[in-house]
């Protein structure tokens, strides 16, 4: 699959980490549904990074060094996107189980940034047919023309999460997603196929420091050495682990600045939404 630069440019306010330092690129790819040239938003990390998310194309916790994020047409017809994504990440030239690949009819050109305190969350956002989560079985479409939808959201934190805080992230970026929409005036918590992608080192280090956390707990330099010119990697990984941040609540440190990110960038891309919906 053939695959053309567009645009690229260095990631505005990127985290303060240098494993999250990203390059933001802006390729075409074939819609292999459509046989339509289409956007593709490509984020590549200057190292390999922590990642936890719910896409098509390696979802769930997971090693990554790149995230897609695919626009297709309205008559979209492949019903394989995961192998449609990893065509496209080959085109690319990505390594093959690198990263995380989403999938949207929403127009990525309209994405939305926003960044607190190092942590950033791009968003793509598509509301054709926001929904409740709790909605009633049998609830039917709209019979009005289908537009683009979904929302997706990759998020970035300039410090390691534990695997637990990493779950905790998702909800809070879930959370705040939905207070956009509702504070918008949305009539629901999102849309049937958000997806998201949240970010992390694999080593300790923030932006407010070298092991900083937003728990109890004492922290000790990573690499920790039992004799001169000597590294325990042992002690250096429990080392990263004493200094990674153990909760992502909206109250916590990490997670106030997450929260406030996804809600900026969800906010100002439902405003671009509504004043030219598709």
Request: hydrophobic share 40%; glycine share 12%.
């Amino acid at each position: 699959m053939s695959v053309d630069l567009t645009s690229t440019a260095e990631a505005p306010e990127a985290p303060a980490h240098p494993a999250l330092a990203v390059r933001l690129d802006q390729y075409e790819h074939h819609d292999g549904g459509a046989g339509q040239r289409r956007p593709v938003l490509v984020w590549k990390f200057a190292a390999p990074v922590r990642m936890l998310s719910s896409a098509v194309l390696g979802g769930g916790l997971a090693r990554g060094q790149w995230v897609i994020n695919a626009e297709v047409a309205l008559n979209y017809r492949r019903d394989d996107p995961a192998v449609h994504l990893s065509e496209i990440a080959a085109g690319l030239g990505l390594a093959a189980g690198a990263g995380a690949g989403l999938m949207t009819a929403a127009n990525t050109r309209q994405m939305t940034s926003s960044c607190d305190g190092g942590v950033r969350c791009d968003a793509t956002v598509g509301l054709s047919y926001p929904t409740w989560a709790a909605a009633p079985d049998g609830l039917s479409l709209p019979s009005a023309r289908w537009r683009p939808g979904t929302v997706n959201l990759v998020c970035m934190l300039p410090v390691r999460l534990s695997d637990a805080a990493m779950v905790n992230a998702v909800i809070t970026a879930t959370e705040a997603k939905s207070q956009a929409l509702l504070e918008a005036g949305m009539p629901g918590t999102g849309t049937a196929s958000d997806a998201i992608v949240v970010c992390c080192p694999e080593g300790p280090g923030t932006t407010d420091g070298p092991g900083t956390t937003d728990g109890p707990g004492t922290t000790d330099s990573p690499g920790t050495t039992d004799s001169p010119g000597t590294t325990d990697s042992s002690q250096g990984a429990d080392a990263s682990r004493r200094t990674q941040a153990e909760y992502c609540g909206p109250r916590s440190q990490w997670g106030a600045r997450l929260a406030r990110a996804v809600h900026a960038a969800v906010a100002d891309g439902t405003a671009r939404y509504a004043s030219a919906p598709g």
